[in-house]
């Protein structure tokens, strides 16, 4: 009678996990908190699993908080994927509290850590005038500093080495979920590997002519795109891009436009640039927009190779000389 019991709890155990890695196989749902990071994940699951995005269009990564029907969707998530608490901190209690274990927290992944770069800002920063070895002392206001929480810069999805990471690490989770579609996985990560080498090189062409040329960003978080492809920021408008800036780096920033060491400044799409146009205004800067996180972009398999061309356009447009 002992042994029977034994063998019935077995068999509910291993019936219970066949029905969990099958439901997986064929209604899994892989739940990315931002766009950028759905297009990585869109890549890889191309053909084999839905990919959704949590953020809503037009919302800011920086300052959201999860609805109702956002706790469902992650709760019902086959696989979660973000960037960590530093970036997305309106997911860390709820996917605590969610108990929720098929997560890949992309800044804790040990193939970016040593790709993460130092975020340098501090209440007090100092840029350096290269033609006349000045330094300029700028103070951040606190609710500018407050946006940061990490040493490190966390806009991780502008490197295509940390996006093949992550397309590794999403790839390795899957395939332990859905052995059964190897090939089809080992294709979409081989597909995704060799369209950034492609991406790269026309990348490289496009904007090589341009690293010499200033510019100043809305706010920062283009750096890891800026460093991998030897591009030459002037600085950046606000750490915080939902917090104007200070009087003190506004006036920092209308010298340099009035003095012409940099030729354009770049707004987003999801804030209003009227700081920007005011402060430009008596200047011959020219006005380029960068999105960040791809908004007008659709979801699927060559969607990230598309998001990085189209960000590298848009600082040609506005970079390159009449």
């Not at 790709?115 to 209440?123: F, G, P, Q, T, V």
């Amino acid at each position: 009678m002992i042994l029977w019991k034994n063998l019935r709890r077995i068999f509910i155990l291993v019936f219970s996990i066949f029905i969990v890695f099958l439901s997986f196989s064929t209604r899994a749902t892989i739940i990315a908190s931002i766009k950028p990071i759905g297009f990585i994940a869109a890549s890889i699951a191309d053909g084999i699993t839905l990919v959704k995005i949590l953020l809503p269009e037009g919302a800011s990564v920086h300052h959201y908080a999860l609805r109702p029907s956002d706790m469902k969707r992650l709760r019902e998530a086959d696989l979660v994927v973000w960037v960590g608490p530093d970036m997305e901190s309106f997911m860390k209690k709820p996917l605590e509290k969610l108990l929720i274990q098929n997560t890949i927290e992309i800044s804790k992944l040990p193939g970016v850590q040593s790709l993460l770069l130092r975020d340098k800002l501090r209440k007090e920063c100092r840029y350096v005038d290269k033609s006349l070895n000045v330094k300029h002392k700028i103070q951040f206001t606190n609710h500018e500093h407050d946006h940061y929480h990490s040493k490190y810069n966390m806009h991780l999805w502008m490197s295509p080495d940390v996006a093949i990471q992550i397309a590794i690490a999403i790839h390795s989770t899957l395939l332990g979920y859905m052995p059964e579609n190897q090939d089809q996985l080992n294709a979409n990560l081989q597909y995704f590997k060799a369209s950034i080498l492609t991406m790269n090189t026309a990348i490289n062409q496009q904007l090589a002519p341009l690293k010499d040329h200033g510019y100043f960003v809305f706010h920062d978080a283009y750096t890891y795109f800026e460093k991998y492809y030897n591009l030459s920021p002037t600085g950046y408008f606000t750490i915080n891009p939902e917090i104007q800036p200070g009087a003190q780096r506004l006036h920092y920033i209308q010298m340099q436009l009035l003095s012409k060491k940099s030729q354009c400044v770049f707004t987003e799409p999801q804030f209003q640039p009227t700081i920007v146009q005011a402060i430009s205004r008596g200047t011959n800067v020219r006005f380029g927009t960068l999105d960040p996180l791809g908004t007008e972009i659709s979801i699927g398999k060559d969607s990230y190779v598309q998001f990085l061309m189209k960000l590298s356009t848009q600082y040609s447009r506005c970079l390159q000389e009449d």
